[in-house]
């Protein structure tokens, strides 16, 4: 009984929820459901638009020989990539299924040279010059981990690498667009400014011991970025794809905080002098637009377990992209270098704004975690709703969900509800709690039939009935219910309509579950009176009337008929016929219909008189 929303028998009195169409009104982006990879099958249910190719082994990707270095991951060992793994792979994949690929390009200063494709690897600590090391790969014994009695050993960059600066990345793009074209032809339309680069000091400390400095970061940044723009003026950059806390605000220099480094750039954190250098220079250089995408990762830094208390916390902690009034209950906050709320999506608009205004915001590593229980497909879904309500640009998590985990009907819930491709709305709309931390809402309408969706969160242990009021809306009076939660795991279910009186939806949302409620738009009504037949003719007259309790002021009519009919002529309206579709709309004068209201056209057509199915939709 927990999973039949809409009864409110022994359910706990919940916040109220409220709905205003007409306010906050804004696109949501579909590059907001974006994955790293995953499966492909998934991938085309959700209809994914963009994919990223990133991570540490991109750091040095060496496009020429298909070799990538692990870097600390796995003993700094260079690898040869099959062609499924490889750059050209992995952009072919995505681009024959319709998805955007962001393809990062190397700026650490070294890629992987030429290596054998088995065992023994090249590596960066190869034992033939650390015999003595703490550890060794097991299936390697000639690479080891660098370290010699905990402290960092310093490596030869010529052991795996060779030099490489801005123009291999330029090169890079420009073999990319001699096989795929440019990204106005349909090739890659976004690179990133390579990865998470304030750890390249640890990441890749055989080749990049140093720790980064902001005129590193900065100089390496626009130089990469012009070779980029240089090799396919139409491509789109990404970065700087810091890590996390520390990397938003301080250089490997200055280390969490902002210190010296910053100080000698004006006392700007990282994030702020990337974005004033970034403008900087294109306003040095013809007014060009060297960064498009503000990009950041973000790991909350919580427990990964599946405790209860593990699980409250997952929950609270997505308020950190968002709520000014959350404290960090991480070493963020008070307990570790005590920084104010993050409300970082906001945070990183308002960074845009001062700096380099006009610069899209992006996360393309995050993940909350638990994506195998409903603990972790509730946060997700607070997440993706969070996104799409704060006007996010890109995201694509970093591991993705199988198929079958509840983390991938997060994705399903505004991706694909009714397992017939039913989405979530792609305007965003003002949608409130009154409590969003146990009953979260997001809303919005949906372009293609003007539908209002409603996304409902309930993160407590309790079913809670609450009403849904709903402003600036004309509907149909009837809410379809999607819920999905802890009854089935492996399924979204159809519930019963809910009523929709007089603006208000009572519904009771089921413990630990997420809803979906879709109000049809009221629109108009078309049907369809045979006046004679004479079987191999006939004339009829159409009336439309407009369902809504507001006027419209135009409308269409839509039908399919069989292959021997053809309309021969037609008045008060203006008619067309391609093969067996038919499309009417209003002549003008007749397109203006108060609440109520009824107009008619009609038409002379051959064949018999048959009924066909009208569909009507106000223009």
Same mark, same amino acid.
């Given at each position: ?37 995953? =499966? ?86 190869? *034992? ?8 060794? =790969? ?88 012009? *070779? ?89 902690? +997505? ?75 890109? *995201? +694509?998590? #970093? ?126 009504? *078309? ?25 419209? +002021? ?34 003008? #004068? ?30």
């Amino acid at each position: 009984m927990a999973q039949t929303a809409g009864s409110a028998e022994a359910a706990t009195s919940g916040p109220a929820l409220s709905v205003d169409v007409s306010a906050a009104r804004h696109a949501i982006s579909p590059d907001i459901y974006g994955l790293n990879g995953g =499966d492909p099958a998934f991938n085309a249910e959700i209809g994914q638009s963009v994919a990223r190719w990133g991570g540490n082994a991109t750091s040095r990707y060496n496009f020429k020989n298909h070799t990538y270095n692990t870097g600390s991951d796995w003993y700094f060992e260079n690898i040869v990539a099959d062609e499924q793994h490889s750059v050209e792979g992995m952009v072919e994949s995505n681009l024959d299924r319709g998805i955007k690929p962001v393809v990062a390009v190397p700026m650490v200063g070294w890629v992987a040279k030429d290596s054998p494709a088995q065992h023994p690897f090249n590596c960066g600590f190869p *034992a033939t010059r650390f015999p003595q090391q703490d550890g060794f =790969d097991v299936w390697d014994a000639n690479c080891g981990n660098g370290r010699l009695n905990g402290q960092d050993l310093t490596g030869v960059p010529t052991d795996s690498s060779i030099p490489a600066g801005p123009g291999f990345a330029g090169e890079m793009v420009a073999h990319l667009v001699d096989r795929f074209g440019t990204a106005a032809q349909g090739g890659v339309p976004i690179y990133e400014l390579d990865n998470e680069p304030v750890l390249w000091s640890s990441t890749h400390r055989d080749v990049h011991p140093e720790p980064v400095s902001m005129d590193e970061l900065g100089g390496k940044g626009t130089a990469t970025a012009a *070779a980029i723009k240089a090799a396919d003026p139409s491509a789109k950059t990404l970065g700087p794809s810091g890590w996390g806390y520390c990397e938003w605000v301080a250089s490997g220099v200055d280390g969490c905080a902002p210190g010296a480094d910053s100080a000698a750039h004006g006392g700007l954190n990282l994030s702020q002098w990337y974005l004033k250098n970034m403008k900087d220079y294109g306003d040095a250089h013809g007014g060009t637009r060297y960064l498009d995408y503000f990009d950041q990762h973000f790991y909350p830094q919580i427990p990964g377990g599946k405790d209860p208390e593990a699980n409250a916390l997952r929950l609270r902690s +997505t308020r950190s992209l968002w709520d000014p009034t959350y404290v960090e209950e991480s070493w963020i906050g008070p307990g570790g270098v005590n920084a104010p709320p993050l409300q970082f999506i906001r945070t990183m608009k308002s960074w845009v704004d001062q700096y380099y205004p006009g610069t899209k915001t992006a996360i393309t590593e995050y993940n909350w975690g638990a994506l195998d229980d409903i603990n972790g497909a509730l946060t997700q879904a607070d997440v993706l709703g969070i996104f799409g309500r704060e006007g996010l640009d890109l *995201a +694509t998590m #970093w591991g993705e969900p199988k198929p079958t985990d509840p983390g991938a009907y997060a994705f399903r819930v505004y991706r694909d509800y009714d397992g017939a491709g039913g989405r979530f709305g792609d305007v965003s709309v003002s949608a409130t709690s009154g409590d969003q931390g146990r009953l979260a809402v997001y809303a919005a309408e949906r372009s293609s039939d003007r539908a209002l969706t409603v996304v409902v969160v309930n993160k407590t242990a309790e079913d809670l009935a609450s009403p849904l009021s709903v402003a600036g809306f004309d509907g149909t009076g009837a809410a379809q219910r999607f819920t999905y939660g802890p009854a089935d795991l492996g399924a979204i279910a159809r519930g019963d309509d809910l009523p929709v009186t007089e603006g208000r939806v009572d519904a009771t949302y089921p413990a630990n579950s997420i809803t979906v409620l879709v109000l049809p738009a009221a629109g108009c009504t *078309a049907r369809l009176q045979v006046n004679g037949d004479w079987g191999t003719g006939h004339v009829a007259t159409v009336t439309v009337t407009n369902d809504r309790r507001t006027p419209i +002021t135009g409308w269409r009519v839509n039908w399919t008929w069989p292959t021997d009919r053809q309309v021969v002529t037609s008045w008060n309206t203006t008619l067309e016929q391609h093969a067996t579709e038919v499309t009417a709309t209003n002549v003008g #004068w007749n397109g203006s219909l108060r609440a109520g209201n009824t107009t008619t056209f009609g038409f002379l057509a051959t064949g018999g008189g048959t009924a066909p199915t009208l569909t009507c939709r106000p223009t």
